[in-house]
């Protein structure tokens, strides 16, 4: 089962896809359950509500899906909270040790996207960079939480992220920092589906970038410092997470910024994808200064 949301900008419809018996996709709509797929609907039960109507075979088949584009599967976020360093092979890329406790930064929520909506670039940006990241969407409040199994429970499920990055921005230049350089609209492209938690085993995910059809990161989710319950609890004593919040848990080695590879340019084409999850594809353009 994988939650989507469908349709133009402002205008996306809540849906679901599932597999038929003859292998091809079928997309529903969930007009009669919810308006949107936000905390809401996610704090209210709403993927069990969405999992009892397929079963009673309740919900509109959406015959025109294919047509349509793919929006972020969660309305804007009240917080993205990005993780970062949490790969060893990133943080010694990047000339850091592995953190000992979670490195943590917030991104606007006016960054998240769809998983196919072209990238702009700032206007003088030169060091642009790619980041593939398993995406942690919070279904229940989480603040003060005792456990790592409390944690678990916060959990409503998972989305493929990419977290793109001005490093120029984020790690010199005039006064750099990480809200700088990770703040750009349409940094934080999400999807293309949620997948509920209980259908996915974080632990063990493999993700990987491509730009211009070329492997850049190709690691898992196994490899994270601080796995996603680990993530929560910790957020939980510093924050209180809502529902329909997303957490970027952290992206691998592979990136521009390790010399290995150049920054992107206009035109590059960045695909990022966790495995069940769903591939994203990014066309990057440069936007015009006002």
């Known amino acids: ?23 091809s996709e079928q997309y529903f709509s969930l007009l009669a359950l919810t308006a949107d ?7 209210s039960s709403g993927v069990a509500a969405v999992r009892d109507a397929l079963a009673a075979g309740t919900l509109p088949l959406i015959a025109d899906a294919g047509s349509l584009r793919v929006g972020s599967p969660v309305a804007r976020p009240g917080s993205v909270v990005g993780i970062g360093l949490n ?6 890329e990047s000339g850091a040790t592995p953190p000992e406790s979670p490195v943590v930064f917030l991104k606007p929520s006016n960054t998240v996207v769809g998983p196919y909506d072209s990238t702009p670039m700032p206007p003088h ?8 990241e398993l995406g942690i969407v919070i279904g229940k409040e989480a603040s003060y939480l005792a456990s790592r199994d409390e944690a678990h429970q916060c959990i409503a499920g998972y989305v493929t992220a990419n977290d793109f990055s001005e490093r120029e921005y984020q790690l010199s230049g005039a006064g ?6 990770k703040s750009q609209p349409g940094s934080t492209p999400l999807g293309p589906w949620l997948v509920p938690a209980e259908d996915v085993e974080a632990g063990s995910l493999p993700l990987r970038t491509w730009v211009n059809g070329e492997v850049r990161q190709d690691s898992a989710t196994s490899d994270l410092i601080f796995d ?7 957020l939980s004593q510093y924050m209180r997470l809502e529902p329909g919040d997303v957490i970027i848990s952290g992206t691998p080695a592979g990136v521009a910024a390790s010399g290995r590879f150049r920054f992107l340019q206009p035109g590059d084409v960045v695909e990022a994808e966790v495995e069940g999850l769903g591939r994203q594809r ?8 006002s």
């Not at 994988?2 to 018996?21: D, F, N, T, W």
């Not at 797929?37 to 704090?43: P, R, S």
């Not at 750099?176 to 350089?181: I, L, M, V």
Request: aromatic fraction near 10%; charge should be negative.
């Open 228 to 234: 996603v319950a680990t993530l929560v609890h910790h």
């Open 1 to 23: 089962m994988k939650i989507m949301r469908l349709g133009a900008i402002g205008s996306e419809q809540p849906a679901v896809m599932v597999p038929a018996e003859d292998g």
């Open 176 to 181: 750099g920092q990480w809200t700088k350089g």
């Open 282 to 289: 990014a066309e990057l353009f440069r936007t015009a200064p």
């Open 37 to 43: 797929i936000d905390g809401a609907f996610l704090a």
């Open 125 to 132: 940006s030169e060091k642009f960079d790619w980041e593939v």
């Open 87 to 92: 790969y060893a092979a990133h943080a010694a």
